[in-house]
């Protein structure tokens, strides 16, 4: 792949530093756009810099190739009070109006806006088989992706591809929904979260960044797209693939009630059930790395 130059947002988070790594790797320059640069000076590099989102953000975009768009609070780990669901919606919706109007104002464009979604934008769908073409969610979680995709499309009024990655429960080691499931396992109290039979659409860190680079030399690729393996697992089996690889017993389930009284509304990414397919990735001709739930989780542990 030829170098390009990359604006990043999200750069320093869980998914963003799996990417940027990535991206180094393969001789790319890239720009984090961040709310303290300062933070990371000593990171800097003829490759790496950090940029502010009060600097000169159309000057960045002028100098872009690509810009990848990840930036938003964690719906992890806290209770979805107003005041928290405000700004899970700003941080994802504002941040994204502002990268448009810096695309906007710029002289020169980038070619490719990468914007990330989730397949939270579908809801709660028990068994049913899910892809890009399927009807969207009416809760929370959805028309948040919803209004997000919908401000990152208005880009294309400036001539510019757009594409937005349905991610889905991104599995690494030090974070993300497997920081929060393998503890218990450690004290060999772990199980099932809920019922056990909502369907979890996974997906490997490795994989996840591969098919977020993907758009950048698969140029037919445009619109919305889901980023998971297509192999999604009931919740039953997930606990169990853990536990073997752990090597740690699974039979104590955390009840449904238990969840929503702990944590309210914000249960609802795990208690919610999504059998989604990457059916555009698979057309298009990606091929995953890990399709098998119990080799992943071998892989990350």
Same mark, same amino acid.
């Given at each position: ?20 790594? !990535? *991206? ?7 720009? &984090?756009?961040?709310?303290?640069? /300062? #933070?990371?000076?000593? $990171?800097? %590099? ?64 980038? !070619? *490719? ?7 939270? &934008?579908?809801?709660?769908?028990? /068994? #049913?088989?899910?892809? $890009?073409? %399927? ?167």
């Amino acid at each position: 792949m030829e170098p390009k130059n990359i604006v990043i947002t999200g750069g320093t988070g869980f998914i963003g530093s799996a990417l940027c790594s !990535e *991206l180094l790797k393969q001789g790319h320059f890239i720009s &984090i756009v961040t709310r303290s640069p /300062d #933070k990371y000076s000593k $990171e800097q %590099s003829k490759n790496l810099k950090y940029i502010s989102w009060d600097d000169n953000l159309s000057g960045a975009m002028a100098e872009s190739d690509v810009v990848i768009n990840l930036v938003g609070e964690s719906l992890f780990g806290k209770r979805w009070t107003e005041s928290v669901k405000k700004s899970i919606y700003n941080s994802r919706i504002e941040s994204t109006k502002q990268l448009v109007t810096a695309m906007k104002e710029a002289g020169s464009k980038p !070619e *490719l806006f990468i914007s990330a979604s989730a397949v939270g &934008i579908y809801g709660d769908n028990g /068994d #049913k088989l899910l892809d $890009e073409s %399927s009807s969207l969610g009416d809760d929370f979680l959805a028309h948040v992706c919803k209004d997000w995709e919908e401000e990152s499309r208005k880009a294309e009024d400036l001539g510019i591809r757009v594409v937005n990655p349905r991610i889905g429960i991104v599995l690494e080691k030090n974070g993300g929904f497997l920081q929060i499931m393998k503890l218990p396992f450690l004290f060999f109290v772990g199980g099932p979260i809920g019922d056990g039979k909502q369907f979890l659409p996974w997906i490997h860190m490795d994989d996840l960044v591969r098919a977020l680079i993907y758009p950048i030399d698969e140029k037919e690729l445009t619109g919305a797209y889901n980023v998971c393996s297509p192999e999604p697992e009931p919740m039953n089996r997930v606990a169990d693939a853990l536990g073997n690889v752990l090597n740690r017993p699974s039979f104590f389930r955390v009840p449904e009630f238990v969840m929503r009284t702990l944590l309210g509304e914000a249960a609802e990414p795990t208690l919610s059930s999504l059998n989604v397919q990457p059916k555009v990735l698979q057309i298009s001709g990606f091929e995953f790395k890990f399709e098998d739930l119990e080799e992943a989780l071998a892989d990350i542990f």
